[in-house]
């Protein structure tokens, strides 16, 4: 039986259509396929491995009603023992997530990379991606709780890391540089760690 990953990316959020709006007239299209480490994840992974990227609703201006819902919708097809990966918005979506609700399945493990915490401002309120205070059902039941975070992120402050291991020091933390917001092919000590998981 294939050992099974869910990789929930990251996105966008505004605090008001208009600012939404303004931010698709000026941004380029790329008609490249920019493949990043999670559309590389299960190729590096190999057979053994069944890696599901669900396109969550309208990433760029994502709503954590949407993908709550949308989320929910994989649970039919998720296996006992499975490994929650999230990147960025796709971090905080499951932080929240998981801080609220019972998971159907057994997790391993949680990896969250580049997770922003809840700065309270306006657009991650609109958008619904608030904690709440208490993260316990998040560190009960999310298995490994380990986050990556580098020093240099410009998307992402270091200070949100800082925030996590102050909340759940029982979780794993894994410090960086120079590697930014985590937006390139190659993350080596992920595919390391998921392996680890699974033995």
């Not at 396109?55 to 009603?65: C, G, V």
């Not at 990147?87 to 019972?102: Q, V």
């Amino acid at each position: 039986m294939k050992k099974q990953v869910i990789v929930i990316h990251g996105g966008g959020v505004f605090v008001n259509y208009k600012e939404y709006i303004a931010f698709l007239k000026k941004r380029e299209i790329s008609i490249k396929n920019n493949g990043d480490w999670k559309r590389c994840l299960g190729e590096k992974l190999g057979k053994d491995f069944e890696v599901i990227i669900p396109a969550m609703p309208n990433y760029s201006n994502a709503k954590y009603l949407e993908w709550k819902i949308w989320f929910e919708k994989l649970f039919p097809y998720l296996k006992d023992s499975v490994v929650l990966v999230g990147h960025s918005l796709g971090a905080i979506f499951l932080t929240r997530y998981l801080s609220e609700n019972k998971f159907p399945k057994r997790i391993l493990a949680t990896v969250l990379v580049a997770a922003p915490y809840d700065d309270r401002k306006s657009a991650a309120r609109s958008a619904g991606f608030v904690l709440k205070e208490n993260l316990s059902l998040l560190q009960n039941q999310s298995g490994e709780l380990i986050f990556y975070h580098s020093r240099d992120d410009k998307s992402v402050s270091f200070e949100c890391f800082k925030k996590y291991n102050e909340l759940l020091p029982e979780a794993s933390f894994k410090e960086f540089k120079g590697r930014g917001h985590f937006q390139r092919n190659s993350f080596p000590e992920i595919i390391r760690e998921i392996r680890k998981v699974f033995k």
